[in-house]
């Protein structure tokens, strides 16, 4: 099952049917990422249980592994798993899963190196990987095509932040208030998007000063762990003023839980509008709290626990920020 664009500039959902046979219906939207929200919501009329075999293709598969993931993943990793699923029928619509050769797993790289980052290829590939695991434990295939394939290398560059300046102009007369609440919470904690906006009333402590992340039907942790997030007084300050609508705690002027991507556009019209640019977004403030913290002479490992980092080697990127302290400890030796 998968999603394509027409002429007319709206998306389609394609599958076939249990009998075998190629079905094509309007999802009547014409931006992508709704148009794959559809696709996940979308049951056609078929048997509850699809019997697959070894001569089944990617395809029909796939329709089954959703299955699978609505129940053993979070919304939104079924969400990317779609995403890959229909970009690797885009690039091999007809192949049955136990063609599916090294080879071709080499060709579909080059296929969308050219189109998309190297990191976002790499998850690709991890999903695609873990897909084929899945097979292999349904008795459809014998080994995984993927078992020998290299995630592509990537440079590690140095994390882009906001200076205390910048930082000072995104808030100069922002509104609406909400954005400007998430925006400071966001730089004073080091919450993700996807924590921010799943935040309710009742995981926060105001008098022990402290909220707890956890993982809901709708919502799981980037790291499946719930985590203990301490408050300092921006936060705290921040939080009283919100006059609670909703158990979220960030709702837009209507009072609805917002958006990951809506919060992503505003945020990213408001840089826009200040005419900061270089590539930054949401996921800067995340950079920033822990930029700061390290240029404040913060232990890195300290900030590894503060950002919820199962490996340090994850936080290490920002480690360049602390030359001054290396250069002020190498002084104590004159």
């Known amino acids: 099952m998968h999603i394509y664009k027409r002429k007319n500039g709206y998306y389609y959902l394609r599958f076939l049917t249990p009998v075998g046979n190629w079905k094509n219906i309007s999802t009547g939207c014409k931006n992508k990422r709704a148009a794959i929200e559809f696709l996940i919501k979308y049951q056609p009329n078929k048997p509850t249980l699809m019997v697959l075999n070894r001569a089944v293709s990617f395809s029909v598969f796939s ?25 690797f029928l885009t690039y091999r619509a007809n192949i049955l899963l136990d063609e599916i050769t090294r080879i071709n797993i080499e060709e579909y790289i080059l296929y969308r190196i050219d189109k998309i980052r190297p990191t976002t290829l790499n998850i690709e590939l991890r999903v695609l990987k873990s897909m084929f695991n899945t097979a292999i434990n349904w008795n ?20 882009k932040m906001f200076t205390q300046e910048e930082f000072g102009l995104i808030l100069e007369d922002l509104s609406p208030a909400w954005l400007k609440n998430i925006i400071i919470l966001a730089v004073n904690t080091g919450m993700r998007r996807n924590e921010l906006i799943n935040l309710k009333w009742a995981d926060i402590n105001i008098s022990k000063q402290y909220l707890i992340i956890r993982n809901t039907e709708s919502f799981t942790t980037k790291s499946k762990a719930e985590k203990v997030i301490p408050l300092n007084m921006n936060s705290l300050e921040v939080l ?18 917002i958006y990951p991507n809506y919060l992503s556009q505003c945020f990213r019209d408001r840089l826009i509008k200040i005419n900061i640019r270089n590539n930054r977004s949401f996921h800067s403030l995340r950079h920033t709290f822990a930029s700061w913290l390290v240029q404040k002479g913060v232990p890195i490992y300290e900030v590894s626990k503060l950002l919820g980092h ?6 290490e990127i920002y480690a360049h920020l602390t ?12």
């Open 63 to 87: 329709q089954k592994y959703i299955e699978y993931s609505k129940i053993h993943h979070s919304p939104s990793n079924t969400i990317r798993i779609q995403y890959v699923i229909n970009n």
């Open 140 to 159: 459809l295939i014998s080994s995984n095509p993927l078992k020998n394939v290299k995630q592509l290398r990537i440079n590690q560059d140095i994390p």
């Open 240 to 257: 009283r003023n919100i006059s609670p609508k909703d158990e979220f705690v960030f709702t837009n002027c209507n009072s609805q839980k």
């Open 310 to 315: 199962s490996d340090i080697k994850t936080t």
């Open 323 to 334: 030359s001054d302290n290396l250069r002020n400890a190498v002084e104590l030796l004159n």
